[in-house]
């Protein structure tokens, strides 16, 4: 049986979805001060959709970017400070008038980035 999509993740399936050993989960909660899994009863951590996409974009920079833990905290520190806070920009982009059902606009925002900062590349390549 499969989850819903929206559903929260426990530590192990959230490792195995982003690609990561379990601890690597808690180690990076402790030195990324933006990952905040919520914590039940006797300290379970479960994580929500949204978490599971920054940890995507977290292993992603470190792994496959090259990123340093402090390079990551550093642009994601920027972004949220650009954004006005980044939980207050993913409520404005859910608006439901403005997104269609089904999409999760977190995302599209995160790929709108990844795009924009490849063309940055591609450009400073070209000129």
């Known amino acids: 049986m499969t989850k819903s999509p929206q559903a929260f993740r ?12 379990q601890h690597v989960l808690r180690f990076w909660e402790g030195k990324l001060d933006f990952i ?3 914590k039940r009863a006797g300290g379970r951590r479960f994580y929500r959709p949204e978490d599971i996409l920054i940890l995507k974009d977290v292993r992603r920079l ?5 990123m340093t833990i402090k390079g990551v905290e550093r642009l994601f520190k920027d972004k949220s400070v650009r ?3 980044a ?17 999760n606009s977190l995302h ?3 790929v709108l980035e990844q795009i924009e900062a490849a063309q940055a ?5 070209l000129a």
Do not use: C, M
Not at 10 to 21: K, N, Y
Not at 62 to 66: A, N, Q, S, T
Not at 121 to 125: D, E, G, K, M
């Open 10 to 21: 426990s530590i192990s399936e959230a490792a195995e979805e982003v690609g990561v050993p």
């Open 36 to 38: 905040q899994p919520v």
């Open 62 to 66: 470190l792994h496959d970017e090259g």
């Open 83 to 85: 954004s006005g806070k």
């Open 87 to 103: 939980s207050a920009s993913a409520q404005a982009l859910d608006k439901p008038d403005t997104v269609p059902p089904g999409i």
């Open 108 to 110: 599209l925002a995160r």
């Open 121 to 125: 590349r591609l450009n400073a390549v």
